[in-house]
């Protein structure tokens, strides 16, 4: 499942491993508290970079603790493809319990720090989208409410469904919480 902080939700079948594997083959340091992922920043490729509201590259970040949990992973493909570069190519994080904005795509580098990562929604709107960001429907954005979301593929019409705590992975991570 994903969920956007905009309130809408979908089903994914993403392809891919768990970042716990990845990590675990860079042994971090035990001083590294957090994973920083960056996104690709070419503006002849991609236009958009070139708009001055974000300072570019797109950048994430997770604890580590967080990037370890089995439900972590490095999305490879969708639907039994490869990501297509609008779905994130190469690389794109989906952590499930977290809203959208935390799943960064076409990562080109990751870091470990034992500093918590300045985030690029953070730094534009730290009122608006926080480091920790987990799906919490009694936490309103500041604009909307976090209380209900629509599925996309439900129709134009779709009902509004309850959002549930940590997008339905309540039991998997509140525990880290």
Not at 121 to 127: G, M, S, T
Not at 133 to 156: F, K, M, T, Y
Request: charged letters at 25%.
């Amino acid at each position: 499942r994903l969920r956007c902080v905009e309130a809408w939700s979908m089903v994914i079948p993403w392809v891919g491993f768990p970042l716990a594997r990845l990590l675990d083959e860079v042994e971090p340091m035990s001083k590294a508290k957090y994973v920083r992922f960056e996104t690709l920043h070419d503006p002849e490729q991609m236009p958009g970079l070139k708009s001055p509201f974000y300072n570019w590259p797109y950048v994430e970040g997770l604890r580590l603790d967080e990037a370890m949990h089995p439900l972590t992973m490095i999305a490879t493909g969708i639907y039994g493809e490869s990501l297509a570069n609008q779905n994130g190519a190469p690389l794109r994080l989906v952590v499930p319990w977290k809203y959208g904005f935390k799943s960064i795509k076409s990562i080109v580098r990751i870091t470990l720090s034992d500093s918590e990562p300045p985030t690029s929604w953070n730094k534009a709107n730290a009122r608006e989208y926080g480091f920790y960001s987990n799906v919490n429907p009694n936490v309103d954005h500041p604009r909307w409410s976090q209380a209900s979301e629509r599925r996309i593929g439900g129709g134009l019409f779709a009902k509004r469904e309850p959002t549930q705590m940590f997008n339905g992975y309540e039991k998997e991570v509140a525990a880290i919480y």
